[in-house]
């Protein structure tokens, strides 16, 4: 018998470890976010702590799209259909509601600060698909970075929006007038126009 009280007395101890951790600091008051404390740092050895990072080691800290705007010789600038997806988008959308489109947007916005050539790369393929709707060839495609951050779970309870103030600032410029997109217009099996 106290072989089978110390047995669940240990499973209730881990639970514990993993449970009270967990639990909102507000609804317990001070001392159990000072208890907390303590347990997270006891158990930080063992990987007990139960947080968001865990399961999202680099979650995003905001909702992030892009605006695409086409330049051409004459002064001309098209918006592009991807800025449609921006002006859609700030509510939710649910996966199934999600296209290739969507997904494909979504690994743009990764790392905005660096370089990455599936963006480059992307955007030469604007400059193809631009070039064959409209029958020419655009000068550049400009991107915008716009962003709206997440507000804390507690000022999002006391009333504030869930997502902050718009920022935008720019984040590439893709010329088209390059000897990849010529090369990737010619082996391109659409119809050939006066491009």
């Not at 881990?14 to 507000?26: K, M, Q």
């Not at 939710?92 to 916005?109: A, G, M, P």
């Amino acid at each position: 018998m106290g072989r089978r009280f110390g047995q669940i007395l240990g499973v209730l101890a881990i639970a514990a470890l993993i449970v009270v951790p967990a639990i909102p600091s507000g609804l317990l008051g001070l001392r159990h976010a000072e208890l907390a404390a303590d347990i997270e740092r006891v158990t930080l050895p063992f990987s007990v702590s139960q947080q968001w990072r865990m399961y999202a080691p680099n979650p995003r800290g905001g909702m992030e799209y892009l605006n695409l705007t086409a330049h051409y010789n004459d002064g001309r600038t098209e918006n592009l259909e991807e800025t449609e997806v921006e002006r859609r988008g700030w509510g939710t959308v649910w996966d199934w509601e999600k296209s290739r489109k969507h997904v494909w947007l979504s690994y743009l916005t990764a790392e905005p600060d660096e370089n990455h050539p599936r963006r480059s790369w992307y955007l030469r393929g604007v400059c193809i698909r631009e070039a064959r709707r409209r029958g020419e060839l655009p000068e550049k495609i400009t991107v915008q970075l716009l962003r709206r951050r997440f507000a804390p779970p507690d000022r999002v309870r006391a009333g504030e929006p869930g997502l902050g103030p718009e920022q935008r600032r720019e984040l590439e410029a893709q010329n088209c007038q390059t000897p990849e997109v010529w090369a990737m217009l010619e082996a391109d099996p659409g119809p050939k126009r006066d491009i």
